[in-house]
């Protein structure tokens, strides 16, 4: 840890401390030595192994680097922080807190999904906004792991975001996941440099301008669909709880609805099981004719199945639901199968979707395009 309290009560910075004094942990209040030598950073440690349950021993160089990186930036623009701020509501130190109420955890290491959950919900509970930043190797990871999804923040702009803080270039990189095209995830990336931009605005509010197109989004779907027979051929376990579903509602993965398909563009990591969301939608939407958008979002959360959701750390609950309702919603308006005639009440004209030939002309002559700030839409060719 890099600070201490010292005999008089002060808080003391490790580079401002000296071998002579005696310094006492901020949280347990138990002794702790100053360890200053040439290799790594001037840092506190426990004394004795007495168990101080907001501890961090044996720091990596990175996460104590990491910690007086965000704290310069603070210095640079003029915001009050507290460098591992003990919060003895919730029994947690933060790496360093913002204007009393921001808390950032720099994550430099693998932990548990449940301890990430607890930690995050205890700063939630409490008033706390809470930011995850990812180190060097969680956050520059080239697959998409289950723990590193729930280090993920999502808003309308940025839409799916995560954070990671590069030492030796002192930046902040943040990865928007804009969609999975069934076989990749589709990112956009932009570092900015902590020496121009404020952490706190670029966690808070910083959007970014990107896109992705699919030019040919019937020949994407045509696509999708031998990629996803070849994976049921091969037993994919990851398509098993989603085909069960599908088989007992008297349908399969490879013969559902066409408009059911499109978008072409899928969530980024709920990917195939989209497929099951727009299913349900479609078929409240003939079922009903007409429905509200809460209407809808309740039936999809009584009718899927828990093992196809996840209850993610830094999303909202059911957001993923929020998400897939929203996109195919506006799809289905685009594409006048659906019209909103009231604010989140929607209308389906059955006879668009059963009588109306030309739909399949009518994406002939378009593109898809997902856009950043967050936003879907179709470009005609």
């Given at each position: 840890m890099l600070i201490a309290i010292n005999e008089k009560e002060e808080m003391i910075m490790s580079h401002d401390a000296n071998k002579k004094e005696t310094y006492y942990c901020p949280s347990c209040h138990s002794e702790v030595m100053l360890k200053k030598g040439e290799i790594k950073y001037p840092h506190f440690a426990h004394k004795t192994t007495t168990v101080c349950q907001t501890a961090t021993e044996n720091e990596s160089v990175e996460h104590l680097a990491g910690k007086l990186l965000i704290a310069k930036n603070c210095e640079i623009f003029g915001l009050e922080y507290q460098i591992e701020a003990y919060l003895p509501e919730i029994n947690q130190r933060a790496d360093v807190l913002i204007d009393k109420k921001l808390a950032i955890e720099f994550q430099c290491s693998p932990l548990s999904i449940?301890?990430?959950?607890?930690?995050?919900?205890?700063?939630?509970q409490n008033g706390y906004q809470v930011f995850w930043i990812l180190g060097q190797?969680?956050?520059?990871?080239?697959s998409l792991t289950e723990l590193k999804k729930h280090f993920i923040y999502f808003d309308h702009c940025r839409g799916y975001v995560d954070f990671c803080l590069l030492i030796d270039k002192e930046a902040l990189v943040m990865t928007h996941y804009l969609t999975h095209n069934g076989k990749d995830m589709i990112v956009r990336k932009k570092s900015y440099s902590l020496q121009d931009y404020s952490l706190k605005e670029l966690l808070l509010k910083?959007?970014?301008?990107?896109?992705?197109?699919?030019?040919?989004?019937?020949?994407?779907?045509?696509?999708?669909?031998?990629?996803?027979?070849?994976?049921?051929?091969?037993?994919?376990?990851?398509?098993?709880?989603?085909?069960?579903?599908?088989?007992?509602?008297?349908?399969?993965?490879?013969?559902?609805?066409?408009?059911?398909?499109?978008?072409?563009?899928?969530?980024?990591?709920?990917?195939?099981?989209?497929?099951?969301?727009?299913?349900?939608?479609?078929?409240?939407?003939?079922?009903?004719?007409?429905?509200?958008?809460?209407?809808?979002?309740?039936?999809?959360?009584?009718?899927?199945?828990?093992?196809?959701?996840?209850?993610?750390?830094?999303?909202?609950?059911?957001?993923?639901?929020?998400?897939?309702?929203?996109?195919?919603?506006?799809?289905?308006?685009?594409?006048?199968?659906?019209?909103?005639?009231?604010?989140?009440?929607?209308?389906?004209?059955?006879?668009?979707?059963?009588?109306?030939?030309?739909w399949k002309n009518f994406f002939k002559k378009r593109s898809e395009r997902l856009t950043l700030p967050l936003k879907y839409d179709m470009i005609i060719k």
């Open positions: 449940e301890r990430l959950k607890e930690r995050t919900e205890h700063y939630k190797k969680l956050g520059q990871l080239s910083h959007c970014m301008v990107a896109s992705y197109s699919i030019v040919s989004p019937l020949k994407e779907v045509s696509r999708r669909k031998d990629r996803l027979s070849k994976r049921l051929l091969q037993s994919d376990k990851s398509l098993r709880v989603l085909q069960e579903y599908l088989y007992q509602q008297l349908y399969h993965l490879l013969y559902l609805p066409e408009v059911v398909y499109l978008p072409s563009l899928y969530h980024p990591f709920f990917k195939e099981t989209e497929l099951v969301v727009r299913l349900i939608i479609f078929n409240e939407l003939k079922h009903q004719k007409k429905i509200s958008y809460v209407e809808l979002k309740e039936m999809i959360i009584s009718e899927i199945p828990n093992e196809m959701l996840d209850d993610y750390a830094n999303l909202g609950k059911y957001q993923v639901i929020d998400y897939c309702l929203s996109l195919y919603l506006h799809f289905l308006k685009e594409i006048t199968v659906v019209e909103e005639i009231s604010p989140n009440v929607f209308h389906f004209k059955e006879e668009e979707v059963l009588n109306n030939a030309q």
